[in-house]
C-alpha cells in the first residue's frame, strides 16, 4: 500500500516536471496569452520578449541588494501627487500603443553612462540633470516634449504623455526628474512613473538594448 | 586537543610556505641591486621635475578648496553671461554663437543636445540646443539692445539697467552684481565689445599683468628653486566679480578661477563684499 502511494506520487511529480520544463521558444511568456510584444516607432521595430533561460538568475550591478542610502534610497511609490506608478504590462502597453502612435514617450531618467549599460527598447535618453531648473536649455528639451511656447509660458496642452524610468525602486533619479518636470509645468496627469525600473524589468528576463 | 593539532599543522603549513618562497640569498642580492637601479632612475626622473611643478604650485595649493560641484553651477553662470552678450549682439543684428571659445564646451548644452537628438530620433521633432533662439530675449537684454541701438552712452545704460534692476524689472547673472548689491553694466558692455571682436575674427582678449594699484597685493615666496607669486585683492567699492576677472585675466570668463579659489569667503558669485581679501591664482 505504501509503495503504491509512493509510486503515485513519484509519477505525478515526473509528469509535473515535464510539464514545467521549457519545451520551446515560447516557454517564458510575458502573459499566458502573450509570448511577445511587437510595436514600432517611426521606422524602427522592436520586439520585447523574456528570456528563455529558465534557470536564469540575475548577474552583476543589477543584481545587488543593498546599496549605501543616502544616495541610493528607496522612493515612495507616488513619485509626487498625481503621477501614477506602473508596472511592466502597463508599461508594455504605453510602447506598444501611446509611443508607437506617437502620443506618448517613454524617458529614461538616468545619467548617459547608465544609459549606455542597457536601456528598455526605444526608450530617449532624458537625463534627470538635463530636466532641472538650473539647465539653462531646459526649455529646449520642453519644448522638443510637445510644449508649445506662448505668451503666457509653456502650454503642454499638446505634449506627450511620458512615462519615466530609472535604475529602480532604490533610484532617485526619476522621482528628481517627474519633480523638475511638473516643476516646469509639465502636468503631473501626463507623467507616470515605473518604479520598479531596468532592474524589475531586468528581473522579469524583458529584452533591453544596448543603446 | 583537537585544536593544538590543528595549530601545529597550519604553523607546519606556514613554516613549509615560507621556506619554499623565500628566495635564496644571491637572488636576494639581485633584488636589491634591481631595487638601486630602480631607485636611481627614479631619482633621475624626479630630477627636473621640481622645476616643472612649481609654476603650477599655486594652482595645486587651491586645489583642496574647490568644492566638488561647482561645475555646473559655473558653467551654467558663464553660459548666461554669455548668452546675454551674444543675444544682445545679436539683436543689434551681429549673429555670435553662444559660444566663441571653442575650447570650452557647455556640459549642459552638451547634454542637452543629445537629449535633443534622441527625442528627435523617435518624433522627429528636431530642436537645436540654444542656437535658433526663438526663445524670447530676457528683459535685460532688451534693454541693453534698445539702449545700444539708441547710441545711448555707457553712463545712461549703466543708470537705467540699474533702476529696471532695482524695480525687479530684470534679472541679472550673480558675477555681475557688484559689492553694493549694483549691476556692473561696465563688464557687461566690455564682455559684449569682446565678443564682438572675437566674432568678426579679432583676437581674444589679451592676459594682463596686474602687480600694482589699489587693493592688490603681491606676495613673493622664496623656494628652493625659485621665488612663488601670490597675488590678492582686495575688494574694492562697486567691484564685481565679472570685473575682478576682466582686471586680472582680461576676460570675464575666467571669474571662476577666483570663485572657485575663493569659495570659503564666496557663498556665490554675487555675493563679494568691500574689504574681502581674494585670493587671484595665477592662469
Known amino acids: 500500500m505504501s509503495f503504491e502511494i509512493r509510486a503515485f506520487f513519484a509519477t505525478i511529480g515526473v509528469l509535473a516536471a515535464i510539464s514545467a520544463a521549457p519545451t520551446n521558444a515560447q516557454g517564458v511568456r510575458i502573459t499566458s496569452d502573450v509570448d511577445q510584444v511587437a510595436f514600432s516607432v517611426g521606422e524602427q521595430n522592436f520586439t520585447i520578449t523574456r528570456g528563455q533561460d529558465a534557470g536564469a538568475t540575475l548577474q552583476g550591478e543589477f543584481a545587488k541588494t543593498s546599496r549605501p542610502c543616502p544616495e541610493f534610497c528607496i522612493q515612495p511609490m507616488i513619485a509626487a501627487a498625481g503621477v501614477a506608478p506602473l508596472g511592466e504590462l502597463e508599461v508594455l502597453g504605453f510602447l506598444e500603443n501611446d509611443v508607437s502612435a506617437g502620443t506618448g514617450l517613454l524617458l529614461d531618467a538616468r545619467l548617459p553612462d547608465w544609459f549606455a549599460k542597457a536601456a528598455i527598447p526605444a526608450a530617449v535618453n532624458v537625463p534627470f540633470a538635463a530636466l532641472a531648473a538650473e539647465n539653462p536649455y531646459q526649455a529646449d528639451i520642453l519644448r522638443a516634449l510637445g510644449a508649445v511656447e506662448t505668451a503666457d509660458g509653456l502650454d503642454f496642452s499638446s505634449a506627450r504623455s511620458l512615462v519615466i524610468y530609472d535604475n529602480g525602486a532604490w533610484d532617485e533619479q526619476a522621482t528628481r526628474a517627474i519633480t523638475a518636470l511638473i516643476a516646469a509645468g509639465y502636468p503631473p496627469a501626463m507623467i507616470k512613473n515605473y518604479r520598479g525600473g531596468l532592474e524589475d524589468w531586468l528581473h522579469l528576463g524583458l529584452s533591453v538594448v544596448l543603446p | ?283
Do not use: W
Open chain 2, 1 to 283: 586537543m583537537i585544536r593544538s593539532i590543528v595549530a601545529l599543522f597550519v604553523f607546519a603549513v606556514a613554516l613549509c610556505a615560507y621556506i619554499v618562497i623565500q628566495p635564496d640569498k644571491g637572488g636576494r642580492q639581485a633584488n636589491a641591486e634591481q631595487a638601486a637601479v630602480a631607485r636611481a632612475q627614479t631619482d633621475s626622473i624626479l630630477g627636473p621635475l621640481p622645476d616643472a611643478i612649481a609654476p603650477t604650485n599655486a594652482a595645486l595649493i587651491q586645489a583642496p578648496m574647490r568644492n566638488t560641484a561647482p561645475g555646473l553651477a559655473l558653467e551654467t553662470e558663464h553660459a548666461q553671461m554669455e548668452r546675454t552678450a551674444a543675444n544682445v549682439l545679436a539683436g543689434l543684428g551681429l549673429n555670435v554663437e553662444p559660444n566663441p571659445n571653442a575650447d570650452r564646451v557647455d556640459p549642459m548644452q552638451e547634454m542637452t543636445a543629445s537629449v535633443l537628438s534622441g527625442i528627435g530620433a523617435v518624433t522627429g521633432n528636431r530642436i537645436k540646443a540654444g542656437f535658433e533662439a526663438p526663445e524670447a530675449k530676457s528683459a535685460l537684454e532688451l534693454l541693453v539692445v534698445k539702449a545700444l541701438e539708441e547710441g545711448q552712452d555707457d553712463a545712461y545704460i549703466n543708470t537705467v539697467v540699474n533702476a529696471a534692476a532695482k524695480a525687479g524689472e530684470i534679472s541679472v547673472p550673480d558675477i555681475l552684481v557688484t559689492s553694493d548689491g549694483d549691476v556692473d553694466t561696465a563688464v557687461l558692455l566690455s564682455s559684449i565689445i569682446s565678443q564682438a571682436q572675437i566674432a568678426a575674427g579679432g583676437p581674444a582678449p589679451a592676459v594682463p599683468n596686474v602687480t600694482t594699484g589699489e587693493g592688490v597685493e603681491v606676495r613673493v615666496v622664496q623656494r628652493a628653486t625659485q621665488a612663488e607669486q601670490y597675488r590678492f585683492y582686495t575688494v574694492n567699492q562697486g567691484d564685481s566679480l565679472g570685473a575682478i576677472a576682466v582686471k586680472f585675466y582680461g576676460s570675464v570668463d575666467k571669474f571662476s578661477l577666483i570663485y572657485d579659489a575663493n569659495r570659503q569667503i564666496l557663498s556665490s558669485p554675487n555675493a563679494i563684499k568691500v574689504g574681502q581679501r581674494l585670493s587671484i591664482p595665477s592662469l
